[in-house]
């Protein structure tokens, strides 16, 4: 799942979490609240990751939990830095089995993972960072708007969905909504419908993240989950209330309106 | 001492801020790096240009942004990039004046943990949040600046886990500007220029590495800022003090901050 502070994909993290999906190898340049919210409920064994906190707020406290006490299950860890893993996912989008970059001068971060290596440029002799192509099972987005055939139009920050989508074997794209006619101003971010495999329309679906054009970032949300996910019983209990116990996003929707939730306004 | 009527971290973000200059490329860490640019940018350098790591390059925020992807940010900058395009094109070709970092830690030679504390990797006592863009951007960007609190938790003898590079001790580790590896140049640049905290202002010493304290705030003692370091902190003999903070820099400062709270403080996304 990607969207880099922007087109989070909330609604299909939530949908995880109800499903009751187990033993998946996350992936996420920057896991914020929806990895916290599924590794909380042990939806994870496995974190591929640049970048764990809640962005501007502080910890992320499942996360930190499933790594320190392993709370509720272990979790692995497989470490890269940014400018790594948008690499890696370059390579896997290129069809390429690893990327080159200039990195990790220095820094501790290689010794703890074989998926980060180095190799002698012919041409000059330096020596640089080689990091394994990113070729996940299935990449899911949130995206503004798609035509009836599946055409999908990113607006605003870009992050790495698009480099996700093509490094992907299936990709899943959540939209604000599906819309006859796509409008896409030339040189926009299109995805065709030829590398989307499902689109599905839940509008407010990046909520508490924002989908541009369409609604803010609720930092209000943002900063109130630091709160609800300190504790573990506050966190379930959260859980329970306002996703295992709503059947979809729209109902989540109604029930944080409904709650004594900051988000409430 | 005078009553002081500003804040320690005020003295440290406008001390940052006054070093920006005009048209400077800044990356900007989120947090204290973030309020001294824009502060910067609200004074004496419109022209300051800042990019933050979700791809908005010359991003104008009007309130400080709570994340790096604020969609302020991406309205207000001269172009938007993919992050990939962001590590790629824009910051290891060299194309960035000033990496400003925040970090967990740092050590006397400026390199940075924002990884652990304590325990090991596998289990550490603490987990952070990791390297994000900072392992590159500490060593792609012409310099470094960093800024963080001054103490013993901060300041440490030795990392437990060093996420970006510094100078490491024995050795040159980044090279210079103009330095080449079989004739072509490389744009990896000079590391960490200076550290900014609240108590003062640390430079290194070319021939090592090590920081040592260079300046102290007003009405700091050299005594207050060695005790609050880890390490045994050399002093410069040319000791600077900061010049207190202006009239005009606080009530920038303080109406940054008041509009920020203001924007970030109400929920936006329920309809």
Redesign the interface.
Known sequence: MEG???LIPFAAGHEIIRQRRRDLTLIR??PDIIYDQMIGMGCATRLV?????N???G??HR??DA??NSWPIPLELE?????DM??R??AGASGLPFAV?????????PK?NRSISSVACPF???VLTATRALTPDVAIIHAQKADRRGNVLIQ?????Q??AVLASKQAIVTVEEIVDQLDAPINACVLPSWVVTYVSEVP?GA??S?A?GY?????????AWDGISRDREVFLQWMREHILKTEDFAAF?RS??QGTM???? | MAELDYTSIEIMTIAAARRLANGMVCFVG??MPSAAANLARNIHAPEVVLIY????IGAKPSVL???????E??ETADC?????E???YW??AGRVDVGFLGAAQIDKCG?INT?LIG?T?A?????L????????IA??SKEVWIILKQNKRTFVERLD??????H?QGRR??PRNGDT????R???GRGPTIVITDLGVLTPDLATGEFTLSGIHPGVTVEQVRAATGWDLKVSPRLDTTPAPTGAELARLRDLHARTDA?????????
């Open positions: 880099f502070t922007h340049m920057t990751f640049s970048w764990g906190g962005p501007g707020v910890s992320l996360f930190r790594i320190q470490e890269h830095s940014h400018a948008a690499a996912y370059q970059l200039r990195g990790y001068v220095g820094s501790d971060i703890y000059t002799g330096e605003g920050i870009p992050g790495i698009k480099e407010g909520h508490p924002y541009h609604y803010h970032r609720d930092n209000a949300f943002c900063k929707r944080l309106a900051v988000s409430n306004g | 989120i947090g790591e979700s791809g908005t942004p709570l994340s790096i992807g604020d969609g940010l991406a938007l990039v993919s992050v990939p962001l590590f790629r910051l290891q390199n990884t325990g990797y289990s550490p006592q603490v987990r949040p990791g390297a994000g863009g900072a392992s590159e060593t792609a886990f060093i996420t970006s590079s510094g490491q580790l980044a590896c079989n004739g072509r490389l744009t990896r924007a970030h403080g109400s929920s936006m996304a329920e309809r």
